[in-house]
């Protein structure tokens, strides 16, 4: 795994072989910042990586200069390399140690892009309820996007707010886009 393009760009990113994810490969991500770079100017963007896990694409999001990202994890082994990682290679990422759900009903920020990458093995209500989160609590501002990672058995496209979807294999990822202020 490695950090695929941004002026950190194939830094090498080795979490600890006792974490127990499933990072977005590095095909997948550079398909994802693809359309993502199409859209976006990132060195403008304020991003939230929920789910962030080894912190993958909060670093992609850092190296390609986003102006702000914050990674929420409830894991405390992968919020520590979150970290250390992010000392270590000058990225600026404001971690926090949150069950992702409660966090989600307390936010008081809006951002460019929400990203979020739960367990496959989540329950689709659960998926259902981040989406109506960012949407009923305005979390997006205006054009934002919110980007669900999941895998390609599941299919969001009669979702209110739905944009488009790609997939990769095994993994799907949905756009939906907040096109009011």
Known sequence: MRIIGGNKGRIRINPPK?????????RCKESLFNIIN????????EVLDLFSGTGNISY??????????????????????????????GFNIE????????????????????????PY??????????????FKNKYLKKNGILIIEHSSKIDFKSTHNFNKSKTYGD???????NINN
């Open 121 to 134: 093995n989540l329950d689709e209500i659960k998926y259902t309820e981040i989406i109506n989160q960012v």
């Open 95 to 118: 971690t926090i140690r949150s069950d992702v759900f409660a966090y989600l009903k307390k936010i008081q920020s809006k951002f460019d892009i929400i990203f979020s990458d739960p």
């Open 38 to 45: 199409n859209d976006f100017d990132l060195d403008q963007c």
């Open 171 to 177: 993994t799907t990822f949905t756009f939906f886009q």
């Open 18 to 26: 006792n974490l127990k994810l499933r990072p977005t490969t590095d």
């Open 60 to 89: 992609e999001f850092c190296s390609r200069g986003a102006k702000r990202v914050i990674s929420v994890e409830s894991n405390i082994k992968a919020l520590n390399f979150i970290k250390k990682f992010s000392i270590e290679n």
